[in-house]
T-cell receptor, first 114, second 116 residues
């Protein structure tokens, strides 16, 4: 089956620093999604990418859909303490039925030191 | 927009009890809903996919008679853990998706289930 490799597994940074994390896949996805999960809560959608090569921003967050459709990265600029949490990438194959299923990366735990 | 409400947020019950968890899309019609299970410090594991008005599709290894899923309307899906045992204790999360390939999954806040 499809697998996503998400890296790094964890990051410890100082407030104000920029952060970058990425996901790579052994096969193609047609949609890439980035979610953030706080302890004891469900994942919250940060950015959705639907087109290869697409670069999308959401405030201090920027994500790109790799041109090969097998990778995506998420950048966070000027980190703040509330950025702490686990970030998950997820790939969706396509449209209809089981193709709507998401394959998740294992997550990146971000810690921001004030 | 795209709010998904999950209830209850936590439940503690005795072994052998059946527990029902509700997942509601509050401001959109969810043609597809998903149920996940998450163990501590791990990623989300898909249990089943349900389309409104159809039987759920379960992932390999998930017992359909143990985890009953009903998706009777475009805004509500329920997961019933039947005759729950301590090994069923986990964090259960639902997600909901509107029709269309460009509609992402939006997640509820999860239900912490503890079976004594």
């Amino acid at each position: 089956g499809q697998q996503l490799n998400q890296s790094p597994q964890s990051m410890f940074i100082q407030e104000g620093e920029d952060v970058s994390m990425n996901c790579t896949s052994s096969s193609i996805f047609n949609t890439w999604l980035w979610y953030k999960q706080d302890p004891g809560e469900g994942p919250v959608l940060l950015i959705a990418l639907y087109k290869a090569g697409e670069l999308t921003s959401n405030g201090r967050l920027t994500a790109q859909f790799g041109i090969t459709r097998k990778d995506s990265f998420l950048n966070i600029s000027a980190s703040i303490p509330s950025d702490v949490g686990i970030y998950f990438c997820a790939g969706q194959l396509g449209s209809g039925g089981s193709n709507y299923k998401l394959t998740f990366g294992k997550g990146t735990l971000l810690t921001v030191n004030p | 927009g795209a709010v998904v409400s999950q209830h209850p947020s936590w439940v503690i019950c005795k072994s052998g009890t059946s527990v029902k968890i509700e997942c509601r899309s509050l401001d959109f019609q969810a043609t597809t809903m998903f149920w996940y299970r998450q163990f501590p410090k791990q990623s989300l594991m898909l249990m089943a996919t349900s389309n409104e008005g159809s039987k759920a599709t379960y992932e390999q290894g998930v017992e359909k008679d143990k985890f009953l899923i009903n998706h009777a309307s475009l805004t509500l899906s329920t997961l019933t853990v039947t005759s729950a045992h301590p090994e069923d204790s986990s964090f259960y999360i639902c997600s909901a998706k509107a029709w269309g390939s460009n509609q992402p999954q939006h997640f509820g806040d999860g239900t912490r289930l503890s079976i004594l």
